[in-house]
T-cell receptor, first 116, second 115 residues
Framework: AQKVTQAQTEISVVEKEDVTLDCVYE???????LFWYKQPPSGELVFLIR??????QNEISGRYSWNFQKSTSSFNFTITASQVVDSAVYFCALSAPNQAGTALIFGKGTTLSVSS | SAVISQKPSRDICQRGTSLTIQCQVD?????MFWYRQQPGQSLTLIAT?????????ESGFVIDKFPISRPNLTFSTLTVSNMSPEDSSIYLC????????????FGQGTRLTVV
């Protein structure tokens, strides 16, 4: 079975704080992709990052960084020096082969609120 | 990247009626996916729509309630039939990039309220 768990339902921080959003996944496939998406209050899904199962290098993009650890099946997302505009729901997702295709399996999401 | 246009962007419907949501992609794609996002919840896959074949539905979703059409490689519709307030959700269509594992592209969603 494939599953994505985001244990943190809601996180509240004050601007300029660092915040880490946790993501734990389950899959029996050896080849898979992991994603993070942002959903601001307007509702659209904004792609943030994709990582394949063979690439465990951490990635940094501006204030965003991702820590992929296969040993713990985790793909955590850190926002450094958070800003009010970071307030959104963040989804971690898994893509692995299945009979129907390669649709994404989403975690329940973490709602991040950044106050000024 | 793919650009996806979804219509309508929002609607308020009476219970017992049906609504058809359209999804148009600016490039040809083999598979299109329909998701439902209930209020405050995550995205749940409803079905996968392949051109020229019946859609494949996920557990808990049936064709009578959510009929899907896929007449060509750039267009699909999802109908929410005999609606009840429990169907109030955001419905999103999605396509994948040209190779498996590339990002999934999403339409802006259809925000449906059933009264």
């Amino acid at each position: 079975a494939q599953k994505v768990t985001q244990a943190q339902t809601e996180i509240s921080v004050v601007e300029k704080e660092d915040v880490t959003l946790d993501c734990v996944y389950e899959t029996r496939d050896t080849t898979y992709y992991l994603f993070w998406y942002k959903q601001p209050p307007s509702g659209e899904l904004v792609f943030l990052i994709r990582r394949n199962s063979f690439d465990e290098q951490n990635e940094i993009s501006g204030r965003y960084s991702w820590n992929f650890q296969k040993s713990t099946s985790s793909f955590n997302f850190t926002i450094t020096a958070s800003q009010v505009v970071d307030s959104a729901v963040y989804f971690c997702a898994l893509s692995a082969p299945n009979q129907a295709g390669t649709a994404l399996i989403f975690g329940k999401g973490t709602t991040l609120s950044v106050s000024s | 990247s793919a650009v996806i246009s979804q219509k309508p962007s929002r609607d308020i419907c009476q219970r017992g009626t049906s609504l058809t949501i359209q999804c148009q992609v600016d490039s040809q794609v083999t598979m299109m996916f329909w998701y439902r996002q209930q209020p405050g919840q995550s995205l749940t896959l409803i079905a996968t729509a392949n051109q020229g074949s019946e859609a494949t539905y996920e557990s808990g979703f049936v064709i009578d309630k959510f009929p899907i059409s896929r007449p060509n490689l750039t267009f699909s519709t999802l109908t929410v039939s005999n609606m009840s307030p429990e169907d109030s959700s955001i419905y999103l269509c999605s396509v994948l990039g040209p190779r498996w594992g590339t990002e999934a592209f999403f339409g802006q969603g259809t925000r449906l309220t059933v009264v």
